[in-house]
């Protein structure tokens, strides 16, 4: 993305922000609460268009997309909710077949397609159950089957270890790396968690106040001196608001 | 702002609110239209929301329709005592069931009914992102909750009306032989005397209209919710308040173009 900017009203979110990833990387978004982490990864699949800058998947222009080529591409990259956004009505086999449903899939193959990215998530056995009856670890785990059900290229987590208990939080890293490793897929995976951004991430961004503060690998970022960052990473908030100040 | 200007200022407001809302609203069905292309998603979900609107709000509507029509014959014979003959109750009833109390009374009823659940079920589904979800998986969230919700309403709307109006003709005729001292042959005399084939045509053509407005609205509120819960709460109420207020202005509508 390119010199984005986003404002609800009067209340800037992203003012100018250049962002790209690589093939194959996993790239982690860091940042404040409010920072605009997740307003820049719908910015990506267009559920959020920006007010000004461009959004380049595979080299199109997200925003000049008609209707049929922009759900074309929303089928080349999964998304995991930071809730999981799974469909309450439906169990977890339907839940994880609508994206292979929409593009007709023959049905036998779309059984043993569900029941793989379940196994790949750990959730196999699971698939007659509704989200209601799961656990906020569970529902992110067929969340994240979903979002790769079709094989995407790119694979989009927003937030996707928020109110974990720390070794579910490992857990669901753990997928990230797989889900990397298996599927050759490149990744965003937006956070506030600094163990998790270390443990994925190829790279880490800093969001701060509208922009890009930092962009590097783990040690790069463990290294810098910027206090912004450094109060951030270490959870010193001192260090943080004299910077800001 | 003084006193005298704010009151000005707020109707200003409220006019220039509606205007915006007319325009959201517009704009949303020119959505709905949009995706009507789309038959492939919303095909498939037709019957299961017929079933869900239609069949399912059938007892209720029946329930009404049944009370009404026993109502309307004892007022009738009421009104009529001693000035007008007995067999003009099955004209009242007939008349009044088939054109207006049929329709909007099941209109009302399926208001909050079915405006409310359809407000609340895709408000919940907006604030949960599961809208958002349907739109990463390359669903098209018009042809997917809108479309097949809208056109369940408009084919559904008039059956439901269709059986509610018999179902208050029989309950007036029931009520008529059993206490009102009037045979089957008065009743379905004074039925008959002003009936005319065109009125249930526009008793149907007004059920399709308010079936269309009722599931467009509640469509459109639970599509518009943000926040929490409470937003849910919010949208469910205007949906019913705004569709069953649509409901009446459509009914004077029909009164005016086709009667």
Sequence with gaps: ?245 | MNAWTSPIAWVGRSALDTAAGFGRFGSFMTGAARATRDARTWGQLVVFHMAKLGVESLPIALFIAAFTGIVMALQASYTFTGAVPLYFVGVLVGKTIILELGPVLTGLALAGRVGANIAAEIGSMRVTEQIDALETLGYDPFAYLVVPRVIAGLLMFPICVAFANAIGVVGGWITAINLLEMSTPEFIRGLRLFFRPFDIQYSLIKAASFGLAVTSIGCFYGFNTTGGAAAVGRSTTQAVVVSSMLILVLDAFWAIVLL
Excluded: C, W
């Excluded at chain 1, 997200?62 to 909710?81: I, N, T």
């Excluded at chain 1, 974990?164 to 990744?187: Q, W």
């Design chain 1, 1 to 245: 993305m390119q010199d984005v900017h986003k404002a609800f009203g009067s209340r800037v979110i992203l003012d100018g922000v250049t962002l790209s990833a690589r093939d194959g990387e996993t790239l982690a978004v860091i940042g404040y609460s409010g920072a605009g982490k997740s307003v820049l990864l719908k910015s990506i699949v267009r559920l959020l268009v920006p007010d000004r800058g461009v959004v380049h998947v595979d080299g199109q222009d997200v925003s000049q997309l008609e209707r049929d080529e922009l759900y074309d591409m929303r089928r080349r990259v999964g998304y995991v909710f930071q809730f999981a956004a799974l469909f309450d009505s439906m169990n977890v086999f339907d839940n994880v077949a609508m994206g292979l449903r929409r593009i007709r899939m023959p049905e036998a193959e779309l059984a043993e397609r569900v029941i793989e990215s379940l196994r790949l998530v750990e959730m196999n056995g699971f698939e007659d159950r509704l989200p209601a009856q799961l656990s906020g670890g569970q529902r992110k785990r067929v969340g994240l089957a979903r979002a790769i059900a079709t094989r995407p290229k790119y694979v989009l987590y927003d937030e996707p270890t928020t109110g974990l208990d720390p070794v579910t939080t490992a857990v669901i890293d753990g997928l990230i790396l797989k889900m990397s490793r298996e599927l050759g897929v490149t990744s965003v995976v937006v956070t506030h968690d600094m163990k998790s951004a270390y443990r994925v991430a190829d790279r880490i961004a800093m969001l701060y106040q509208g922009g890009i503060r930092f962009i590097g690998t783990p040690e790069e970022i463990q290294r810098s001196e910027d206090p912004v960052v450094h109060g951030f990473i270490e959870g010193l908030p001192e260090l943080a608001q004299e910077a800001a100040a």
